[in-house]
């Protein structure tokens, strides 16, 4: 009898696997699709020698997390390629602002009225980060937390909305940036807890950067699956699991899928009935002949870029597909270009590019047109530089990868008390009603992105019922 099965070989699952193996547990991993990944593949999607990342392409919680930081990748391939700059942000008249590795340069791009209160918020934290990420990500009752002055200082500015913490800046390029930050989680800018995703972003670049992975993020997945291996444990791929009977008998079975899925393979009924789902994204990859012909500078160094005149703008898009259930007119994009860092995406003098943007749960429709006007706001002649665009909506997604629900790539909503406590209202949220049965996915804390930490936290969850039995 195996000691874990581990279902789901995502970057969540991946890594519970190997925390488990590492301590001397006898590991097996079941994957349905061909090649591991989840959220982190990278694919050919467009046209032959363009490397697309189907989802995640930018890493700022990858770089930063203590579980992979502990791991050690870079023995099993993983390099990080750092851009020029984290971030920019531009604007319709032509300038930006940005995220970079220098707090001063950041702060220079708000405006002379800004710099100051900027600097303000971040420099607490900066020189604790490690400390903090480690606290702020381990929690709930996975570990006592290092620094818990800190980490109180921190959620006193971080719990409260990002509407609130918008108050601290007195012009819009602060305020726009911010917004676009709160917005990768696809969280209404008014929500709670808003303040500390778009603080965690910029602390983030300050401190680690937003690398890309070289090669694609399927480098990610690689390098965990390696890591497995060498510690002896078995990686199924093409190994659908329909019900527990599926599986091989185990001490303990640790779940890297929703929670409707987890719900169904297991009979745990309507339990997780009351779990919400958010919205969902549209997104394109493109094979371009050149660089994204950007308008302002900054946009032309940096990996990801996100497009949004300002914060109305912005919150709009985010409250169109979230509460008015319609597709924005101006929708809020996040793009990346990983291949401004690294020329092994394309062919000599091309690019990869992609953007997506939020539209409501489950819609059907194609954002193809809205995105590419607001793309052309910022970047003129961009459509003359596309060879090919692979599109994908909510529909696709959820195709690609069933923890997608009705194309959340957050696998569940990032709102309300759900923004901490999830899957469930619960001081254990990695268990599940059968005491061997675990859930390790991104619906668990400390929840969305390619950072490995449900799966190292539920792990612990995982050693600590093994060592009883």
Not at 121 to 127: E, G, S
Request: aromatic residues 8%; contains cysteine.
């Amino acid at each position: 009898m195996l000691d874990a099965v581990v279902v789901g070989a995502g970057p969540n699952g991946l890594t519970a696997a190997v925390e488990l193996a590492r301590r001397g547990f006898s590991v097996a991993l079941f994957e349905a699709k061909g090649t591991v990944g989840g959220g982190a593949r990278t694919e050919e999607l467009t046209l032959p020698g363009f490397q697309h990342d189907p989802c995640s392409a930018a890493h700022p919680l990858a770089v930063s997390s203590p579980a992979f930081r502990g791991l050690s990748l870079e023995r099993y391939g993983l390099q990080w390629l750092h851009p020029e700059l984290p971030m920019a942000h531009p604007f319709p008249d032509g300038t930006a602002a940005v995220l970079s590795r220098s707090v001063g340069e950041t702060a220079a791009s708000f405006g002379p009225r800004d710099a100051g209160a900027y600097r303000r918020l971040v420099t607490p934290f900066l020189h604790r980060w490690d400390t903090l990420v480690r606290d702020f990500m381990s929690l709930p009752l996975t570990a006592l937390p290092r620094d818990p002055v800190t980490l109180a200082r921190f959620g006193l500015v971080g719990l409260p909305p990002s509407t609130w913490l918008a108050r601290r800046f007195r012009d819009e390029r602060a305020r726009t940036l911010f917004a676009g930050l709160v917005a990768h989680v696809m969280a209404p800018l008014s929500g709670f807890a808003t303040s500390a995703i778009g603080l965690v972003f910029a602390l983030a670049a300050h401190t680690r950067g937003w690398p890309v992975a070289r090669g694609g993020s399927q480098a990610i997945s690689d390098a965990l699956a390696g890591h497995l291996r060498e510690l002896g444990g078995a990686v199924h791929t093409d190994y659908e699991v329909k019900r527990l009977d599926d599986l091989p008998p185990a001490r303990a079975y640790v779940f890297d899928t929703s929670p409707t899925a987890l719900a169904r393979i297991a009979g745990f009924g309507d339990h997780y009935a009351r779990y919400r789902y958010g919205p969902g994204v549209f997104k394109i990859d493109y094979a371009l002949d050149g660089p994204v012909p950007w308008t302002a500078p900054e946009a032309r160094r940096a990996g990801t870029v996100q497009i949004g005149a300002d914060s109305a703008e912005i919150g709009a898009a985010l409250r169109a597909a979230s509460r008015e259930k319609r597709a924005p007119d101006a929708p809020f994009l996040i793009t990346v270009q990983p291949s401004v860092v690294d020329p092994t995406r394309a062919p000599d003098g091309k690019h990869v590019f992609w953007a997506y943007g939020h539209v409501p749960h489950g819609w059907d429709g194609d954002l193809t047109d809205a995105i590419e006007r607001q793309l052309e706001r910022f970047a003129p002649g961009f459509r003359d530089r596309v060879l090919a665009r692979a599109t994908a909506g909510p529909p696709e997604l959820a195709a690609r990868n069933a923890n997608y629900v009705g194309g959340d790539i957050a696998t569940g909503a990032v709102s309300g008390l759900q923004t901490l406590l999830r899957p469930k209202l619960s001081l254990f949220p990695y268990a599940t009603p059968h005491p061997a049965v675990f859930i390790c996915s991104q619906a668990t804390p400390p929840g969305p992105g390619v950072h490995g930490m449900p799966g190292h936290n539920a792990a612990k969850a995982v050693w600590r019922r093994l060592r009883q039995t």
